[in-house]
């Protein structure tokens, strides 16, 4: 079942608190991610409806780890094909940094390959390929072999220079910036896993904080930058579609942020 997005602007004191905000850090000017009702609310986030802060953030921990079903690493490979299927071209996926749509059968690991890309870097925190948070499809998404070694295991944030395939993406020396059209997603997707691994289940805590070059501490960064552009890039029908065919076939979760982007600033 797909949600039904009904969009509606925040209140006068929530915009009074945004631009309060804004006096103390300039370069946060992006306006707040509208309130959403979806069809999940009176089901699947009945328990956190109505929270902020910490115990939304709980809420939803308990809520996204609930009846999980996790995949093998090879598992993934079919997946995206289906997650990451390109919508004018059902033989393609679309590559996440680059925005290039290429044959799914190119998968691999050559030159001219797609590969699967850890938004959540592996690093950060150990996560292996084990089954588990490196293997979550939540943050897992095609890209080139070369774009994906470009963006390494870098923290996210804003600056650096394009390079070839970069479909806008750009990177320097401690950062990586992706393309405008999925600077949201990768907000999404960092803070869902932000939410979902809490060290409660043998893997390290994962959480955002606000520096790059956490190496290979359990943390991404920069979470100022990612507030930005989750505001900036609202979901767009693609990452709306991909949230419902985890949800439905695969992983039978949900990227609570894709669906109330306004939570990510409830809770942080």
Same mark, same amino acid.
């Given at each position: 079942?797909?949600?039904?997005?009904?969009?509606?602007?925040?209140?006068?004191?929530?915009?009074?608190?945004?631009?309060?905000?804004?006096?103390?850090?300039?370069?946060?000017?992006?306006?707040?991610?509208?309130?959403?009702?979806?069809?999940?609310?009176?089901?699947?986030?009945?328990?956190?409806?109505?929270?902020?802060?910490?115990?939304?953030?709980?809420?939803?921990?308990?809520?996204?780890?609930?009846?999980?079903?996790?995949?093998?690493?090879?598992?993934?490979?079919?997946?995206?094909?289906?997650?990451?299927?390109?919508?004018?071209?059902?033989?393609?996926?679309?590559?996440?940094?680059?925005?290039? #749509?290429?044959? +799914?059968?190119? !998968?691999?690991? $050559?030159?001219? %390959?797609?590969?699967? /890309?850890?938004?959540?870097?592996?690093?950060?925190?150990?996560?292996?390929?084990?089954?588990?948070?490196?293997?979550?499809?939540?943050?897992?998404?095609?890209?080139?072999?070369?774009?994906?070694?470009?963006?390494?295991?870098?923290?996210?944030?804003?600056?650096?220079?394009?390079?070839?395939?970069?479909?806008?993406?750009?990177?320097?020396?401690?950062?990586?910036?992706?393309?405008?059209?999925?600077?949201?997603?990768?907000?999404?997707?960092?803070?869902?896993?932000?939410?979902?691994?809490?060290?409660?289940?043998?893997?390290?805590?994962?959480?955002?904080?606000?520096?790059?070059?956490?190496?290979?501490?359990?943390?991404?960064?920069?979470? #100022?930058?990612? +507030?930005?552009? !989750?505001?900036? $890039?609202?979901? %767009?029908?693609?990452? /709306?579609?991909?949230?419902?065919?985890?949800?439905?076939?695969?992983?039978?979760?949900?990227?609570?942020?894709?669906?109330?982007?306004?939570?990510?600033?409830?809770?942080?």
């Amino acid at each position: 079942m797909l949600a039904t997005h009904i969009r509606r602007w925040k209140s006068v004191a929530l915009t009074t608190a945004a631009v309060l905000v804004g006096l103390t850090a300039p370069a946060l000017t992006a306006t707040p991610a509208a309130a959403t009702t979806t069809a999940y609310d009176s089901t699947y986030y009945k328990n956190a409806i109505g929270k902020t802060g910490t115990s939304l953030k709980s809420s939803l921990h308990t809520i996204i780890s609930a009846n999980v079903t996790k995949l093998s690493y090879s598992a993934l490979w079919d997946a995206l094909k289906n997650t990451d299927q390109d919508p004018n071209n059902s033989g393609n996926v679309i590559l996440l940094y680059s925005g290039i #749509s290429r044959s +799914k059968t190119l !998968n691999g690991g $050559d030159s001219g %390959d797609w590969n699967r /890309e850890h938004v959540w870097a592996i690093s950060h925190g150990d996560l292996t390929t084990s089954t588990g948070p490196g293997t979550d499809l939540h943050h897992i998404r095609p890209e080139d072999v070369a774009v994906n070694g470009k963006r390494g295991n870098l923290d996210f944030d804003e600056g650096g220079s394009t390079f070839t395939n970069s479909g806008g993406s750009k990177v320097d020396s401690d950062s990586f910036e992706p393309r405008d059209a999925v600077k949201g997603d990768v907000a999404r997707m960092i803070l869902y896993m932000a939410v979902r691994y809490e060290g409660d289940d043998g893997f390290a805590n994962l959480e955002p904080d606000d520096k790059v070059n956490n190496g290979s501490n359990p943390y991404i960064g920069k979470l #100022s930058v990612l +507030k930005q552009w !989750n505001d900036e $890039d609202p979901p %767009d029908s693609f990452e /709306e579609n991909r949230n419902n065919v985890i949800y439905t076939t695969y992983q039978h979760n949900r990227n609570p942020f894709i669906d109330h982007p306004e939570w990510v600033d409830a809770i942080w």
